[in-house]
Each structure stands twice: as C-alpha cells, then as structure tokens.
C-alpha cells in the first residue's frame, strides 16, 4: 500500500498551483535528471521519456508514495520551444509563432514506488496564434513577463489575446499538468478524488 500524501515531482509553481485545486495532500520535490532530447527522438516520446524519468527519480526518496510527474514539449515548426529566459528571447519566440499553429506535448505519469507500477497519458493541445504586430508582442511580453514559461506567454493570464482558439482536452495541460488524465490515471491506482 501506498502513502495517502501524493508526491509531485516538480520544481514548478505552475504544476503546484494546478494540482492544489485537487484538494489533496501532496509534497513537491524537484527531481534531478538530464532533460536533454535524444537524437531524432519525437516530441510525443520525450515528453512521456521525461516524464517517467522525473517520477523514477524520486523512487527511493519515497518508496511507499504515489509520485506524479509531468514534462511539456512544444515545437514550432520543427524547432524546440524553450523558456525564454529573458525579453528578447521572449519576444522572439512570440514573432516566430505569429499566426502559426504550436503543439503543446504534455505528458503525465503516475508511479506506485511501492510497486513499481508506472502508468502514462499524454495529452496534445494546440495553439493557434493570431497575426500580430511587433507591438502588440512587445506590449504583452512587458505586462507578463512569461520568461518562464516555453513558447513566451500564459494562457492563463494576458496570453489568451494572443490566440484565435486553443484545441485541448484539459485547460491545465497547457500550464503544465493535464488534471482531467490525471485524476484517471489515480483512479487506476485506486486513489480518488472525489
């Protein structure tokens, strides 16, 4: 059997924040692995490869837990998204995603440590970005200041201007954690929320 506080492993308030709304009992860790992408490896499979190593990372730290982790890939055009990290580097990703369509790779992954038992989903959200000028990009990039955040903004805030529409199972996958596959794959684990 496992503990009744869950494990998040993630550094990330974003991840923190969305699994809060869960009402359960959790500890955040951040786990340490090389998130580096392998040579022609697919988008789809990083996320999920990610994903099980951040969650395995955290095992023997706390080997009677349900851990949960999640990794998010975005690609533009064959290109990686990364955090931007600064100003211009953020204004550069939003002129280069000026009325592109970006896919949002989320991964989400459940470990039993007590089992070894690990379960996946991934779900895929894309954006469709509007045309926009290099003022109005600049004008957001300054009210939010998404340096943090891979493809430069938060649809959670300001950032949801920026798009025509958003296709997505999970409004939270896009911020980090799909809640809806999630709660699934807890069930599966016999954990419940409701």
Partial sequence: MYS????????????????????????????????????????????????????????????????????????????????????????????????????????ICVHNSATQQTLTELDITTVHFKQLTNVQIEHYIDIDQPFDCAGSFKAESLGIALFEKIQSDDPNALIGLPLIKLIALLEQFDFKIL
Wanted: aromatic letters at 6%.
């Fill in 4 to 107: 009744s506080t869950l494990i998040l492993a993630s550094s990330s308030h974003y991840r923190r924040q969305i699994l809060s709304k869960l009402a359960v009992d959790f500890i955040a860790d951040a786990p340490e692995i090389d998130e580096s992408r392998q040579v022609d490896e697919a988008p789809d499979q990083l996320a999920l490869r990610l994903g099980i190593q951040k969650a395995w990372a955290l095992q023997e730290k706390y080997p009677n837990h349900l851990i949960i982790a999640s990794d998010q890939v975005a690609f533009n055009r064959q290109q990686q998204l990364h955090k931007p990290g600064n100003r211009a580097q953020a204004i550069k990703q939003l002129q280069d995603a000026v009325g592109q369509s970006i896919q949002f790779f989320t991964s």
